[in-house]
């Protein structure tokens, strides 16, 4: 079984388990809250190795002062795991995994967490449930 191959079976595992709405490539959460929090997967490889990049958009850069991003980057640097980034236009919190490492809890809890925390932040930076 490839790497991808066993991280796929275990994605799929842990999204069922978690009644998370699960694509190839996004998974939709469901937040106690009942607000949502979207992840996307994006595939790659890095130096021979087979990863999945997570992230998660908090909202549009265009709608944060300067000295916002300042504190954002602050708080980046208070993260267990994960970051703060900016694809585009938009602050993402993103994580990475290498594939062949992947397992039930480690997946779990790196979309848990991102979910979680991103929206907390997109919940406190803007307001309205939006990814």
């Not at 799929?12 to 998974?27: I, K, S």
């Not at 469901?30 to 997570?54: H, I, N, P, T």
């Not at 850069?61 to 000295?67: K, L, S």
Request: proline share 3%.
């Amino acid at each position: 079984m490839s790497a991808r191959e066993k991280f796929d079976r275990v994605y799929a595992e842990v999204c069922g388990a978690r009644q998370w709405l699960a694509g190839a490539d996004e998974v939709e959460i469901k937040l106690e809250s009942g607000r949502r929090q979207r992840v996307q997967l994006l595939f790659f490889e890095y130096d021979g190795r087979a990863m999945v990049r997570f992230h998660t958009v908090i909202g549009s850069t265009e709608r944060i002062r300067p000295t916002r991003l300042h504190f954002a980057l602050e708080m980046n640097y208070q993260l267990p795991h994960g970051c703060l980034a900016v694809k585009n236009d938009e602050l993402v919190m993103v994580d990475t995994l290498i594939l062949e490492d992947a397992d039930p809890g480690e997946i779990e809890a790196i979309l848990d967490y991102l979910a979680v925390t991103a929206d907390h932040y997109e919940a406190t930076m803007f307001g309205p449930d939006a990814h």
